[in-house]
């Protein structure tokens, strides 16, 4: 096969990698938050605070990040995104506080912003129509093998070599997918000039959509929906099992791999569920009341390490949610509305980061001040259980929302 024909391969084979560091990266704090508690001498509100930073820049770029790929090489954007996020792991991996490793997340967060859309935009310059949805599973794949990557793996790098050096080898493997975006990728068609004007037209799209009283249901769904897994998989969850079944760190790590192996066939399975009986609202609260029924029982019932992992796959199965609710919000949107709809509900559901991560820590620390020596062992089972009250919550509000404000929009199609 020529190397004209392997191009489209070779593109996205660097995007979906890129992909893959990202979210080895996003939820890289949940295995060293414990290391990071004793030796920065910070509490849980300091944690939380350090895994804000990401979502705070990743949230902001939403928008921009699609306008900015229409109108600069492709080979720019994300050479210099995967070097933010090499530069941003390297700062991480060299920091001694607070400051410096916030530093560093928001570095990594800039630069992930662009991952997951330079996957879907890749797939849609070299690929066929017909395999767009195709590619949009493989992200969620590629982005949910990166998680478990980020915990289990990770942790076990973490064991043997310590968390510096975890985080330096993390680092060099974006370097050398920054070196291989800079010399491999292109556009397959000419890029029309970048113009300002550009963003003031998205404006006036998003002011027109937050307008309509429909979208703040699908915002606030998208929001709920994945406030657990950014909430809970992403950072809390390892240390919280870890205390609560005596577990080492690599071992809660690989417990919390299994909800992000229910995400990726959450996303797939709802899709296929919603086309097949031609509904999308009732899924959408099947998920929501799953997902209310399996963070109950992860956060308040004791149970058999076994069963565990299959409430933990039914937990990430719920959220495959947050992606049906993009083909609703499809459903009843404009065409000319379309990409500045996704990117508002997209902010929503990163958004949900920069809040839970900091929330949960701050009740921790209300709940426990650790005055004196710091160590995220310190925090007592019940302090978990009583700040992760907050997970059930947002299900609960998935539910309500999903059955009281979101609508069929099937046969709206």
């Known amino acids: 096969m020529s190397y004209q024909k392997l191009k489209p391969f070779i593109f996205i084979t660097i995007a979906a990698l890129f992909l893959l560091l990202e979210m080895g990266l996003q939820v890289s704090l949940s295995v060293i938050a414990p290391e990071l508690v004793s030796q920065f001498n910070i509490t849980a509100a300091g944690i939380g605070l350090i895994g804000s930073f990401y979502f705070y820049s990743y949230t902001f770029m939403q928008i921009p990040c699609g ?8 080979k720019k954007i994300v050479g210099i995104s995967l070097a933010l996020c090499a530069l941003g792991t390297f700062l991480f991996g060299f920091s001694n506080g607070i400051a410096l490793a916030s530093l560093g997340r928001m570095l990594i967060g800039f630069g992930s912003a662009f991952a997951f859309v330079a996957v879907l935009y890749i797939g849609a310059q070299w690929f066929p129509h017909k395999y767009f949805a195709l590619i949009s599973g493989l992200a969620m794949v590629m982005a949910s093998l990166g998680a ?33 975006a800079f010399i491999l990728l292109e556009d397959k068609n000419q890029k029309e000039s970048f113009k300002f004007s550009k963003f003031i037209d998205i404006f006036k799209d998003i002011v027109k959509i937050l307008k309509l009283k429909r979208t703040w249901g699908y915002i606030i769904f998208a929001f709920a929906i994945w406030s657990p897994i950014t909430g809970f998989a992403s950072l809390w969850g390892v240390p919280f099992i ?13 417990c919390c791999s299994m909800i992000w192996i ?12 919603s086309e097949k009986i031609k509904r999308r609202a009732v899924v959408l609260r099947i998920g929501s009341l799953l997902g209310l029924i399996c963070s109950i029982f992860v956060v308040y019932f ?20 947050q992606a049906l609710i993009f083909a609703v919000v ?16 997209n902010m929503a559901v990163v958004a949900s980061g920069f809040i839970f991560q900091p929330l949960i820590g701050i ?16 925090y ?11 997970i059930p919550i947002v299900f609960a509000v998935s539910f309500i929302v999903s059955t009281l404000f979101i609508k069929e929009t099937y046969n709206d199609n």
Not at 67 to 74: F, G, R, T
Not at 302 to 321: E, R, S
Not at 330 to 345: H, K, P, Q, Y
């Open 262 to 273: 229910g995400v990726a066939v959450g996303s797939f399975m709802f899709g296929w569920i």
């Open 363 to 378: 009740m921790l620390k209300t709940l426990h001040p650790m005055k004196g020596s710091y160590s995220i062992e310190s």
């Open 380 to 390: 007592s089972l019940g302090d978990y259980k009583t700040a992760l009250i907050a």
């Open 242 to 254: 870890q205390k609560a079944y005596s577990l080492s760190t690599s071992k809660a790590a690989f």
């Open 330 to 345: 499809r459903d009843v949107t404009d065409e000319t509305l379309v990409g500045s709809a996704f990117g508002i509900l």
């Open 67 to 74: 306008i900015l790929l229409d109108c600069i090489s492709v």
């Open 302 to 321: 004791d149970m058999n390490v076994q069963i565990l992992y299959i409430v933990l796959f039914g937990f990430g199965v719920a959220t495959g949610g």
């Open 148 to 180: 478990i990557g980020g915990e289990s793996p990770l942790a076990y790098m973490v064991e043997h070599i310590g968390w510096r050096y975890s985080l330096f080898v993390l680092a060099v493997i974006g370097v050398v997918l920054t070196i291989l």
